[in-house]
Each structure stands twice: as C-alpha cells, then as structure tokens.
C-alpha cells in the first residue's frame, strides 16, 4: 500500500473523540472492508450487555453480583439511590480527608506532618494506584508514594530502609476487599512489625480500605486505626483504580481526583453511544477481535511513547489477561480464551523487542500510545535543541512513527492511540477507554469478563503447600534423622509430593529456618 492509500485509509477509519482529546487510528490493521459490517449485529448485542450491566443487571452470575465500576464516575446512573449517595459521600469523604492531613489536622504522633505514603495492597489494589502515582507524579506532591505489592521479604525491607527515620511521618493505607489476602495480610504484618521495633504506634498512622464488615475491617475498627475507606462487591479489583482504592491514595499525593472521574466519565459518554464509527471502546474491541481471530491467536503489545506511562502495559496485563483468560465460556463450553499482554515504552522499545516485532514470528498486534505535548509549556519555552530546530520530542515522534512504518512494511498490524497532553482527565479516559473495551470484547466472544477462577485456584493451592510445610517440618522434628527427600516422601506416606517437598525444604535450609541441607540430605535443627 503506498503512502496516499495509506493517507486514505487513515482519514476513512480515524476515530477523533475530541471531548477527551484522544484519537484513535486503526488504519494500520489489515481488516477487510466489510469487517464493520459483518460484525455489526454482534456488536449490537456488545451494546446491549452494556446497557444492562450499568443497570444493575446480574452481570458477574457465578458471585451473584452486579459490575458497577462505571457507576464509580457517574453516580447518578447507579440502579438505586443507596449507591449513589454512598458513591458520592466516599468521593466527598477522601477529599475532606486528605485535605485534612494536608492541612495537618491528622497527624501522626511523633511528626509534625505526615511525609510518606506506604500503599499495602496486590494486584488491582496496588496496579491501578501506581499507575496514577507515575504517570501523574510531580515534584509537587504533598507525600511520596511508596508500595508493598508482593510478599516478597526482600521487596518489604528495601521500601523500609528507604523509609528510615520517615517512618514515624509515614501513612499505611491497605487495601483489600475481603481483609484475608494472604499478600496483604502479610505486608500488614511486616510494615506492623517495623513500625514497633521504632517504638511507633501503628494503629495511629493507618488507614484501610476494605468492605464493610471484613476481617481487615474488623480490625481496624477495634484497634482504633484513623479511618477505613469502603469498597464494594460491585467494584473488581482490576476495575477499582477509580474507587477508594485508587482516589485516596491519588488525593493523599496532591492528584486533583475530580479531574480523573472527569476524563473517565467524558469517555463513558462516548464509548456509550452504538454507533461503532464513533465509539473508540467499540473499534477497540472489533480490531482485538480481528487480530487475534478471537481466539487469542496473537499478543497485545502496548507501546506508549512516553515514560510516565511505562507502567500502563502492567495495568492493562491485569485488566484484559485476568478479564479475558478464561477456559470456559458462558454455556460452559471449553474454549481457553484469552490475550496476552506485555510492553514496555518507546523508544527503550526499539533497543530492546522491535528488531523481534519487525523481522521474527509475527504473532501479535501492537498498540502504540502517543501524547502530543512533549512538556508543559512554560518548560518548552526554554528547552534545548538537540539539533538545529528540532527537540529530543521530534526525535521520540519520529521514532514512534519510524517504527510504526517499519512495522506496517512487514505486514504488522498495529492501533494507535494519540492523546493531545498526559494529564488526570487524558489518564481518567485511557482507563475508561479500555475497561470498555474489555467488556466489548468479553461479548463478542462469549465469556464472564468479571470473575476469576484461576486466581482463586492459585491460592488454594499455595495453601496447600503452606499445609505441607508444617507437615514436614513436625515430621522431621519428631524423627530426627538425616534422610534424603525421596526417603521423607516414602516415609511420610506421600510419595506424590516429592517434588513439592523438595522446595519446601530447599527454602527453608537457605533461610536457616531448622532445617540443614548437607550432601543431598535434609534434617531437623533447632
């Protein structure tokens, strides 16, 4: 195709939303020309489920709950007044709140002033709340984020030695719907911990966010904690960035949370209407479909043009691989759904996948995501050239395109999404943009977007080993001999499980936690 077809096709199928800024350009996927039309029924019926689900309709039928993070950004749509208001006053409350310890009316009791913000949450509760804290991050933040996202011992003890001496002006906020997280548990217990060996009181500088009446909820109620924040059973985790779980954290940081809903809701609007010509949501989820055969065929690789938004290809893993990776679909047939998603930014892209992307298997679809204003004016005014009249942003503009085309001349499909400025309302509609779509997508190939059965099935065999563990360990404790793991599986009457015991006392013998490795041998040591 030469470059005026290719000008053509880009004015025929460019989808202009000028109310969020946003454009979005599908020219470069090589769909057919009847691909809208043949579609369109089931894209009715997209539309259909939509409308239905921000109703209030059971749409989430193997919890029996309703899907209601739109609702989150227009309170006024929910299906009954009760969640309105509370909508409204959780909005209201984190505002007044945060201007409280920004004012220093909270503080905690050995400073001044609260500093520091430590994040305790997994998954949709700390995903969604980092990729606002760096993409809309500045040096003038009224506290400094700081997250617990794993379980990992290490990660715990690097973001507490970061702290040091702050940790008496630190703020905890965790997150977590059920408050029995294993993740999160134990983040709550190892931040508890330090703040007690520095002879701090945890209880008076801790928040929660969670459901009303949950373990964590509980005890934080009974331990006097500052505040609990509420999340709903009708808001997912992946799809919570714009309750509590994303705004307090936002507002504590100095974001205006106002302008996030706003973008958000601004692209609601659109994305609502059932003309696909119009609806970005609605083309989005059609050229997902077609890259990938519907199938999963091919992988969804984000490559935003711009570092604050290094962390967008992480957000949307979980938001479309946790919503669309399914192995049945609703009439319980199996069919393995799903897209996989990875990334990185540009032009870091170009020294590291693109030579890959360009020349090797060509089993994905790229989606680039580029932001016009390079800085914020009153920076752009005194920038350096780095060439005569031409900035690093010309170079990053013209690297994004350079690779688009490279792309395009080896038959890579590619979807560009350009915003006019990266700000709270552009971030707020990029999210919206693709919760929408998700939701799109889930209909035309007919699966539940909003549970997730594999997750739960991790955990519960991660407790199972946890079971094991303390099994073996008693076992050894008892016996004390000196054996070899085949020998402690055929002993303990659990040959299967070998392997599983192996790692179990393989950890345990490198943290010196009573148990000694020596020639191939395990045994008990106090």
Not at 19 to 24: A, D, I, Q
Not at 320 to 343: C, H, P, R, T
Not at 454 to 464: F, I, L, M, Q
Request: glycine share 8%.
């Amino acid at each position: 195709m030469d470059s005026l077809e290719l000008w053509r096709r880009y004015r025929k199928y460019l989808c202009e939303c000028s109310s969020v800024g946003m454009k979005l350009d599908i020219s470069r996927v090589d769909f057919p020309n009847k691909f809208f039309i043949d579609h369109e029924d089931k894209m009715q019926e997209a539309y259909k489920a939509m409308r239905g689900l921000e109703a209030g309709d059971i749409a989430n039928p193997d919890e029996g709950r309703m899907v209601g993070h739109y609702w989150l950004r227009t309170p006024h749509l929910a299906p009954n007044d009760e969640i309105a208001h509370e909508i409204e006053q959780t909005v209201l409350r984190i505002k007044q709140f945060a201007a409280k310890v920004h004012d220093r009316e909270i503080t905690p009791p050995k400073s001044s002033r609260f500093t520091d913000l430590v994040i305790v949450g997994i998954g949709g509760s700390a995903l969604g709340p980092q990729l606002v804290a760096d993409c809309l991050g500045s040096k003038r933040d009224k506290m400094a984020l700081h997250f617990f996202d794993n379980t990992d011992p290490d990660g715990f003890d690097r973001v507490v030695a970061n702290l040091g001496a702050r940790l008496k002006s630190t703020m905890v906020v965790v997150i977590s719907k059920s408050g029995g997280t294993k993740e999160t548990r134990n983040g709550m217990l190892e931040i508890q911990h330090a703040f007690a060996s520095k002879d701090l009181e945890f209880a008076k500088q801790a928040v929660a966010v969670t459901s009303d009446g949950s373990q964590l909820f509980n005890v934080a109620k009974e331990e006097g904690w500052i505040d609990i924040f509420p999340m709903w059973d009708w808001v997912g985790g992946r799809t919570s960035v714009l309750s509590a779980v994303g705004l307090l954290p936002a507002a504590l940081q100095g974001i205006d949370i106002d302008q996030l809903l706003q973008g958000a809701a601004e692209m609601d609007k659109v994305t609502r209407l059932d003309d696909t010509k119009k609806n970005p949501a609605a083309r989005l989820a059609l050229m997902w479909l077609h890259c990938t055969d519907g199938i999963g065929a091919k992988d969804m690789v984000i490559l935003p043009y711009k570092d604050r938004l290094l962390l967008m290809s992480r957000y949307l893993q979980q938001l479309v691989m946790e919503s669309l990776g399914k192995e049945f679909d609703l009439e319980g047939n199996e069919v393995n759904q799903g897209i996989a998603v990875y990334g990185n930014k540009g032009s870091t892209d170009q020294h590291a996948f693109v030579q890959q992307l360009r020349e090797g298997v060509n089993n994905f679809f790229a989606t680039f995501i580029v932001v016009l204003q390079d800085r914020a004016p009153n920076i752009a005014k005194t920038a350096p050239d780095v060439e005569e009249g031409v900035t690093s942003g010309d170079y990053l503009n013209g690297f994004w395109q350079g690779t688009r085309t490279a792309l395009s001349e080896k038959g890579r499909d590619s979807i560009t999404i350009t915003l006019k400025k990266l700000d709270a309302p552009a971030l707020g509609s990029l999210i919206a943009l693709y919760e929408r779509a998700v939701g799109f997508y889930a209909t035309l190939v007919n699966i539940n977007a909003y549970h997730q059965p594999g997750v739960e099935a991790g955990k519960k065999a991660a407790t199972t080993v946890l079971e094991l563990q303390g099994k073996v360990v008693n076992w050894l404790k008892e016996t004390g001999e000196n054996l070899t793991v085949e020998q402690i599986a055929d002993k303990m009457g659990l040959p299967h499980e070998v392997e599983t015991l192996f790692h179990i006392l393989e950890h345990m013998a490198a943290n010196k936690r009573g148990i000694v490795k020596s020639r191939g041998r395990f045994r008990y040591k106090a």
